[in-house]
């Protein structure tokens, strides 16, 4: 562990666990640093161990049986009173948000913030579908099925968008009647343990607990643990293997939405639309840093339009705005940490070196000025790009796009489709049978059809392949995803008439 800073800034953030602000059993503290700072400590964290996370878990399981018994319309106003506060709060779960996961204020944080308020308001609308069915099996028989919650919770959050993904878990497991254990980031702790926060003003305690500590420890803890009933990850496919390895091996359930490599396929007719090159700035995730697993990083553009779109989408991307995240001027921020960092530069050389690429935007990462005291990079376009080069494989998880020539529709879907992951897709043609017939076609769990992003509260959202399992965000997800179905027969004594 390094010195702890002086800043007068930097506090201790406890864990929550069993309604109550803890430290980790073990007495050891990890610093939390500003990513478009590189040195500056901005808190300090529990460093998690396994004692903890059986605390929490005991802490769940005794809320269980309460919390299920709700009726839910008890859920509903909990979930709505904490929505309430957090959109009260907003502005300050988007400055926090910035300051610890590196997004620009302006263009990420603010919309996450909003996300998770809408969310929370949504599930709480949704509380009274978690039902069942009657059967007609005659007039002796009363057949029926409960839906009924899995029991405790555990989700593994990423560092991303910390907020936004706890709004696709949380809300919906809770009002399905669960307990909830939140695992935060290594990197960006900071803002789950503040929605822990809000959430034990309004639940009964233990009902939402939040651990930090490295993943290895907590997240592994959290799947071998007999005690939780179901893990919710979000994150890299390489640890969701390894995390579906530990949960599957006791059987638990679970869901995972990992990564992708996400084609964008533009038609010739949707060249000359004003929006084409707005939508592909939003597919690109560039104002995320790229950092986003929905990311269409895979740009395949018809031969025709190649040349024109890739110069005019270049000059657009090339004019953001790289800077502070708390800077209102900013339209993208800093690369999460060191590692993260170190492997865009990594693709960057690689791409640089590649016979028959061609960085027509950035390339490398900045080499002088202020963007050097942090883990900044700049967006980056590489032209003459193939679908077998290791930059068009590989999830590069920061703001490197690859254009991709094509000629023939089909020859596009099958390049489209020749990837390991299936999570999103982006297809811009204003010909409606090219449109539809290719986003029925792709591989994807996700297809956006002319615009970069349309994710609306309610929506299902979740990958193909190794992309992923499961769904989240609407209200099929949170019955499938956090209920389990119990069916229940009963022979009825006969009724004659009198």
Known sequence: MTEVSTNAAVRDWPMWIGGEEQPSAGAQWREVFNPARRETVIARVPAGTVEDVDRAVTAARAAFPAWRAQHFTGRARALLAIADELEQRSEEFALLTALDTGNALRTQARPESTTMVAMFRYFAGIAGEVKG????????????????????????LPWNSPLMIAAFKIPAALAAGNTVIMKAADDAPLTILKLAEVCNRHLPAGVVNALTGRGGVIGSALANHPGVDKVSFTGSTEVGREVAGEAGGRLAHMSLELGGKNPSIVFPDAADDDELLDGLLLASRFTRQGQSCTAGSRLFLHEDIYDDVLSRLSAKLGALKVGDPLDEASDMG??????????????????????????????????????????????????????????????????????????????????????????????????LDNALDTAHRIDAGWVQVNQGGGQVVGQSYGGYKQSGIGREVSLEGMLAGFTQTKQINVKLRGVTNG
């Open 133 to 156: 069915t009657t059967l007609p099996a005659g007039d002796n028989q009363l057949q029926y099925t409960r839906l009924e919650p899995l029991g405790v919770v555990a989700a593994i």
């Open 334 to 431: 800093a690369i999460i940490n060191h590692k993260q960092h170190t492997s865009i530069t990594g693709f960057l050389d690689e791409g640089r070196a590649t016979p028959g690429m061609k960085a027509v935007l950035g390339g490398s990462a900045p080499a002088e000025g202020p963007l050097t005291e942090g883990y900044f990079h700049l967006p980056t376009v590489f032209s003459g790009a193939r679908n077998d080069f290791r930059l068009a494989r590989e999830e590069i998880f920061g703001p490197v796009l690859v254009a991709i020539p094509w000629r023939d529709r089909e020859d596009v879907i099958r390049m489209a489709n020749d990837t390991n992951y299936g999570l999103a897709a982006y297809v811009w043609s204003h010909n």
